[in-house]
């Protein structure tokens, strides 16, 4: 059993940039518990993020992240945590290893797992050429011909908003979804062009640049540039719900908007929570959560030496009594 003052489950952006915060206040014990997967190690580059006009792999975001935060004295440990409680004042997390970890506080950055088909060629363009945030890329496809791949209704609701990019933009249903008949109308109506056929394979040159896609009846459809939008992303919640946390109808955690707290000594960060899915602000709440957690233990560290001095004030009253 190891014990900690605060453990980070879950290292990608939100969990590093709370490391590094942790960190760099140089008192307390802090562990990185991670995996090595999340949607940060998909993508192959982040064009949105200050400092880096042509972009940034998540992966060298990833390496640099724990290099800075390791240097400020945090510890990883590469593990899968499986299970969460509570054990007095302490939080006890078990790891898929059979390790067990004890904390006074928790951040957890468990994110979320996007749901896609293994379509050949997909994953290699994603964050090159292929795209899943209209926030974070939608600049990406300006004026560009770009194919989405989507199933039903999730991806009806994105061609909606991408079609305001780009006025050559051809939605593949490659799950043949149903689709109510006002979207059908709506995306007729703002030119989507739409068609109903499963992806056999994403097309691309070298270096994850998509050319195109082949569909299953043989038919090539040229494209500069992709998005996906399936839906159905699974949450990963269930830590949250374990140690109490408030969980939203659509499964992500709810927590007080100012702390990032969720819970008794439990912070989230990240896509986790209810917000824009973002790096920029998935960083933004690992340093606030971060920041309130260090609150959160030197109040604790003030408490217990309060405590420990009435104890020795009462414990020397007794014996000049005696």
């Known amino acids: 059993m190891r014990e900690y003052d605060c453990i980070i489950v879950g290292g990608g952006l ?3 940039q709370a490391a590094i915060q942790m960190g760099r206040y140089t008192v307390h014990r802090v562990l990185v518990v991670d995996a090595g997967e999340g949607r940060s190690t998909l993508c192959r580059t982040y064009h949105n993020i200050l400092g880096f006009p042509d972009g940034v792999s998540g992966e060298e975001l990833r390496s640099k992240g724990r290099m800075q935060a390791e240097r400020t004295g945090v510890s990883f440990e590469k593990d899968y945590i499986i299970k969460a409680g509570r054990r007095g004042d302490q939080i006890q997390l078990f790891g898929s290893s059979g390790s067990e970890y004890m904390a006074k ?10 749901r896609m088909p293994a379509i050949p060629g997909l994953r290699p363009t994603l964050g090159r050429t292929v795209y899943v945030c209209p926030d974070c890329d939608g600049y990406e496809i300006q004026n560009q011909r770009t194919i989405l791949l989507g199933a039903g209704e999730a991806g009806a609701n994105m061609a909606m908003v991408l079609i305001q990019r780009t006025n050559e933009l051809l939605y593949i249903n490659h799950e043949q979804s ?3 008949a006002e979207l059908h109308r709506s995306m007729k109506e703002a030119g989507v062009r739409y068609l109903e056929a499963a992806v056999q394979e994403v097309q691309q040159m070298e270096d994850g640049h998509i050319t195109g896609v082949l569909t299953e009846d043989g038919q090539i459809y040229e494209s500069e540039r992709g998005f996906i939008a399936f839906g159905g992303n699974r949450v990963h919640y269930e830590l949250a719900e374990q140690l109490g946390a408030v969980i939203a109808d659509n499964n992500h955690v709810k927590a007080d908007p100012r ?3 969720a819970a008794p000594n439990v912070w989230i960060a990240g896509d986790l929570g209810l917000h824009a899915e973002q790096a920029t602000v998935a960083m933004g709440e690992g340093s606030i959560a971060a920041i309130w957690i260090h609150k ?3 109040q ?3 408490e217990y030496q309060s405590e420990k001095t009435n104890i020795n ?3 020397e009253q007794t014996r000049l009594s005696l």
């Open 296 to 298: 959160a233990l030197q």
């Open 313 to 315: 004030a009462h414990g």
């Open 105 to 114: 506080t928790v951040l957890l950055a468990t994110g979320l797992t996007d």
């Open 14 to 16: 939100a969990g590093l």
């Open 300 to 302: 604790m560290k003030t």
């Open 178 to 180: 149903p689709i109510s």
């Open 259 to 261: 702390s990032m707290q």
